[in-house]
């Protein structure tokens, strides 16, 4: 049903103010109801040091808008960019975003080929992994004792797994974590330099060492393959496609920064809620695998993980009542969509067994959809069932600290006791 746009006074909202993301959580999310209720708004970009601010984009907070985005690749392109408002160059983009801001026929090309990493079988073979880690995650939890659980608990599944699959060596998981803390760090200046210049050099110099790191490693695949996913990706498939060097080192790059930040806060977030909501913890504890597919699905709505992705219009185009032209920017705010309340009965509230959910956490229906989704869902179910075995009392004891960041819902520390 199409929702005609409402007088709702929004001028005290600005998306493009940092300070709008330093708000709690809860004025944030009075403020996309209200945008909700007001319909397509239009936002000036944000100038980001020397790149020029742009002309400025809509922003899509209804949950219809976003799915209907995202299942229309064909006038909601990818390109020029899916993650970032500035039009950056497009080497730039294609060095941090790899095939998430690529449309097709070269997004399909990539996605084919990555996608064997993927598949249910691979995925079965990793289970042992995920099970694994999770359960020597849980070990150093308890010899911790109190502690922060971002850095004993959710940041080391992730990364271990990714490292993993792409078969780096345990002693290089470390700049591995460092530099996807800068990839991904936002506007926050425990990551990144206050000045603009500063910060585009450790992106830069993150970004390379991620690349350098893979490029070696796929050198050493392509003479000597093995069992990981780096040998899988740069050698020919029967049909003959491969990732060149400099593909395999940006898709690790979007590997280590979609697959790792995201995961580890929503597995934050997860500690966070079910602290904050303690009969749904006594729900789910109550029969943990009866209610892990609805309750990680839960977390993921709730928490949004990522909180937008941006699309650009192909060409002059009309989507529930608002008429947009061509070329202009439109940002898919997930966050919002998932407290849409005309598909979520009581958005704000945590409900493990909420059926059905049809959240966009991991991006809308379309060719873009998370390609990890599965991988994530494994970890994130993995690592609670170890902490229910095994440490059923955890919960949070302050508020988490969060990431200063308009694109990712990131969590730097919880601290956690049992
Ligand atoms: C809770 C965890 C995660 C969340 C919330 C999440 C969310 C998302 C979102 C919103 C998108 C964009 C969808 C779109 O543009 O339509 C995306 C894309 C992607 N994600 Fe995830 N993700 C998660 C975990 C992972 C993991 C574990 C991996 C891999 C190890 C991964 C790899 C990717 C890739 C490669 C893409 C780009 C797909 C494409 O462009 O075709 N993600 N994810």
Known sequence: MVQAPQPVDVSDIDLSDLRFWGRPPGERY???????????????????????????????????????????????????????????????????GSMISMDDPRHARMRRIVSRGFTPRMLGKLDDDINRTAARIVDGLLDAGPCDFVSTVSAR???????EMMGIPRDQHRTVFESSNVVLAGADPDYLGEDADTALHQLLTAGGNLAALLAELAEDRRSAPRDDLTSALVNADVDGEALTGQEIGSFFILLAVAGNETTRNAITHALDLLTRHPDQRELWWSDFEAH?????????????????????????HEMNGHRYRAGDKV?????????????????????????PNPHVGFGGP?????????????????I???????????????????????????????PCAF
């Open 366 to 382: 379309g060719p873009h959809f998370c390609l990890g989704a599965h991988l994530a869902r494994r970890e994130i179910t993995a």
């Open 292 to 316: 892990a597919g609805t309750a990680v699905e839960e977390v993921v709505r709730h928490a949004s993980p990522v909180v937008w992705m941006r699309r650009t219009l192909t060409e002059d």
């Open 157 to 163: 599944l992730p990364l271990t797994i990714i490292c």
């Open 331 to 355: 940002l898919l705010y997930y966050a919002s969509a998932n407290r849409d309340e005309t598909v979520f009965a009581d958005p704000d509230r945590f409900d493990v067994t909420r059926s």
């Open 30 to 96: 009075e403020a996309f109801a209200r945008l909700r209720r007001r319909g397509p708004v239009f936002f000036a970009e944000a100038g980001w040091g020397p790149i020029p601010p742009g002309p400025g984009y809509w922003a899509l907070t209804r949950h219809a808008d976003v799915v209907e985005a995202s299942r229309t690749p064909a006038v909601f392109a990818s390109e020029p960019s899916a993650i970032s408002v500035p039009d950056l160059p497009r080497d730039f983009n294609e060095f941090f």
């Open 384 to 414: 609670l069932r170890e902490l229910h075995r095994r440490v059923p009392t955890i919960h949070a004891t302050a508020p988490p600290r969060r990431l200063l960041s308009n694109f990712v819902n990131g969590v730097k520390e919880l």
